[in-house]
């Protein structure tokens, strides 16, 4: 599981790093949705325990993008999240 956790660690920080030029809000909505297209729900649960339990040393946009997985963040980054589609992917990672 450390391979793992350290290859989903290193994949969400390029994912956050590809969408650093973009606004800050940009940047989260992209790292949640790229995740979210790309990465199965286990991939997801992984990183996101991981973050929650202060083991994942991942971007400041990549931790906002996960509050947007476990539905803590509000503002204009969450309401560009259809909360059917949030509702789902959480659903499938548990």
Not at 7 to 20: E, G, K, P
Not at 41 to 62: C, E, H, N, T, Y
Not at 63 to 92: C, H, M, S, Y
């Amino acid at each position: 599981m450390a391979d793992t956790l350290k290859t989903l660690i290193r994949m969400a920080n390029q994912i956050a790093d590809f969408h650093r030029p973009y606004s800050h809000d940009e940047a989260v909505a992209g790292v949640h949705t790229h995740i979210k297209k790309f990465w199965t729900p286990q991939m997801i649960k992984d990183l996101a325990a991981a973050i929650d339990a202060g083991k994942a040393d991942v971007r400041p946009s990549v931790t906002e993008a996960f509050d947007i997985f476990g539905n803590r963040r509000k503002g204009a980054v969450a309401a560009q999240v259809d909360p059917k589609e949030l509702n789902e992917v959480i659903d499938d990672a548990g």
